[in-house]
Structures are given as structure tokens and as C-alpha cells.
């Protein structure tokens, strides 16, 4: 295939969330052409939902249709099911019990669509267009209001029998610990180190110390932008929540470094802001806890992907995967 041809193909990329849905057409070289969104939650009916996202996106491609071949839709999705193209069990989404969404997709666009859970796609949205080009083996760590976590070996995704492996945000941490709020489960690494697990820490840290400046904030602003701005101002018990929880997040890099071996693990999301408040003592907590065999060979890096737009171009990527 020549490069002029790979120039013309282009891919759609949509990303389902709960409460709003982003799409875009994108080229090889990872530029999103254009773009939009709908609400998730404006739509009971699976068929109603895809109907918009034709009705919104049909435009955009009739647009640069005269220069371009579009190749394929690829859709990252809460529980969706890489190997069968459903969506399985989601809990935030209106459509419940399983949805052949890749197949209601192919009828309705005329081309083949392909699905993954939004963390793959992130995973492989970063080895394309990323920090990770070039990169055959890394772990991708989505932090957001929960933790996520796509994983790459020999230049693949790792998906399991089933289509569902790498959910390393809800492997145990601290046995008996703290209580997942939606799963249940005690001490899970998405209870301690996701925007909703860093703001639990503030509240309970900020109540032992009178004097801390996250006291100054309500309740209900306490999160991890405002621990991060109390922080910055040199607070300690907003550094000390950065420390425990980069400390949790770093034990576990360990364990998961010790799995597969990966050249890097890339970290994305909204709780990266921290910078080195999280950075530092989660490299350190990943070193102490490394077999020696492993020290000073994983790199802990931040995503190059802009946070807008990294769900569109990794759900994008999976029509180019093992192409």
C-alpha cells in the first residue's frame, strides 16, 4: 500500500461514557479531521443511539469524502467485548443485559466495526499516536474517577479468554482495606489511587489535621484538583495525600511490573495533573518493591496524548490494530 493511500484512509473513533459520547474522524498520522458529541443518557434505546450518532456523523464524512476512504469504526466502551463486538453488563449505561453494538454499527455504516473497553483503547491510541510509538511492551494506567488499565505484550493487547483481562484497577492493594464504593470489594488500587479514591484520602487526612488548608474548602469541593492547589501552596497534608497515594499506586506498579515485564508504564488522566507530587513516590514504592532483576528498567511516564482527545484517537486505533 502506498503512503498516498494510507494519507486518504481515515477511521471513525467514538468513545461511549455515561453520560456523553465523543466521535471522530481520524487520519493515520493521529489528526482528528472533525468531530462532536451527543448525550449517552438522552438515549434509552440502543437503536435510537446509533441512529444519532449516524444522523451526526454521516455530515462529517460526506464532507471529506471526496479525498478520503473511510476504513472502519472503532469504539471503545464500558464492558465492551473486544472478541464478540457487545456490550456486556455496563452499569452506567441505559442499555442494559448485552448489546451486539459492533453488528447493529456494521448495518447501519456499511463498514466493520470494532470494540474495546475505553482503557485499551487508550493503550492502543498511545502505542499509535503516543508516548509509546515504537513500543512492543508497556502498561497503560488510566486515572480518572476510577482507575483503568490496558496492557500491551509482544505488540498486542492483552484480552483474555474471555475479552475482559487487564481490569488492573480493581486487583487488591491492602487486603481488607478500604471499601469500593460501586464493586464492594476491600482495598482495591481504584479505592486509593483514582480522582474518587485521592479525595477520600483528603477528607479523611484533612479531618486529623485542624490546620491543613484543605479544611478551608466545603465537603463536597474537597478533590483532586483542590488537593492538588493546596499542595502547590506548600500544605503538608495535601503532599502527604499525593505521597500515600502515589506509595499504593507505586506497591502495585511493582506487582504489575513483575507480570509482564513492560518497557514503560504510561500514566493518563485527570489525576496526573499532580505532576511529581504523584510521580515521585510512586517511582520510588515501584523500585523498593521490584525483584533486583527488574530495578531501573521500567520507565513511569506521562501520556503525550491530549486528555480531549485521547479516547476518539485510541477507539480510532483499533480499526488499524494488526494492520
Keep these: 500500500m502506498s503512503l498516498i493511500d ?16 465523543k466521535f471522530g474522524l481520524v487520519n493515520h498520522r ?92 487508550a493503550a492502543l491510541g498511545e502505542m499509535m499516536f503516543g508516548a509509546a510509538r515504537g513500543m512492543k511492551d508497556f502498561i497503560m494506567i488510566t486515572l480518572g474517577t476510577g482507575v483503568g488499565s490496558g496492557i500491551i505484550s509482544g505488540g498486542n493487547l492483552i484480552y483474555g479468554h474471555d475479552g475482559f483481562a487487564g481490569e488492573l484497577g480493581h486487583t487488591i492493594v491492602k ?38 488548608m484543605l ?25 502527604e495525600v499525593f505521597r500515600y497515594t502515589g506509595q499504593k499506586l507505586g506497591e502495585a506498579l511493582a506487582n504489575f511490573v513483575m507480570f509482564s515485564s513492560p518497557q514503560a508504564i504510561l500514566l493518563f488522566g485527570g489525576v496526573i495533573k499532580a505532576g511529581d507530587f504523584l510521580l515521585k513516590p510512586a517511582k520510588l514504592h515501584m523500585e523498593r518493591n521490584l525483584l533486583p532483576i527488574f530495578r531501573s528498567k521500567v520507565k513511569l511516564v506521562f501520556s503525550e496524548l491530549d486528555e480531549a482527545d485521547a479516547a476518539i484517537l485510541g477507539a480510532s486505533a483499533l480499526v488499524w490494530e494488526n494492520k
Design 215 to 239: 479544611n478551608q474548602y466545603p465537603e463536597d469541593a474537597i478533590n483532586s484538583k483542590t488537593v492538588h492547589e493546596c499542595a502547590e501552596k506548600g500544605d503538608p497534608t495535601a503532599i
Design 30 to 121: 493521529g489528526e482528528i479531521l472533525a468531530k462532536g458529541s451527543i448525550k449517552t443518557e438522552d438515549y434509552n434505546q440502543v437503536e435510537d443511539f446509533i441512529e444519532a450518532l449516524y444522523v451526526n456523523i454521516k455530515p462529517l464524512i460526506d464532507e471529506v469524502s471526496q479525498n478520503t476512504r473511510l476504513d472502519g469504526i472503532g469504539v471503545g466502551a464500558p464492558n465492551a467485548n473486544y472478541f464478540t463486538g457487545t456490550i456486556e453488563l455496563a452499569p452506567n449505561l441505559p442499555w442494559k443485559g448485552v448489546v451486539p453494538f459492533a453488528e447493529l454499527m456494521k448495518a447501519k455504516f456499511g463498514v466493520p466495526c470494532k470494540m474495546t473497553n475505553d482503557a485499551n483503547a
Design 175 to 212: 487486603p481488607g482495606g478500604r471499601k469500593h464504593w460501586s464493586t464492594g470489594s476491600e482495598g482495591s488500587l481504584e479505592a486509593y489511587a483514582s480522582a474518587t479514591g485521592i479525595a477520600i484520602t483528603a477528607k479523611k487526612f484533612r479531618a486529623e489535621f485542624p490546620d491543613s
Design 6 to 21: 494510507l494519507s486518504k484512509q481515515i477511521a471513525i473513533g467514538i468513545d461511549i461514557g455515561g453520560t456523553n459520547t
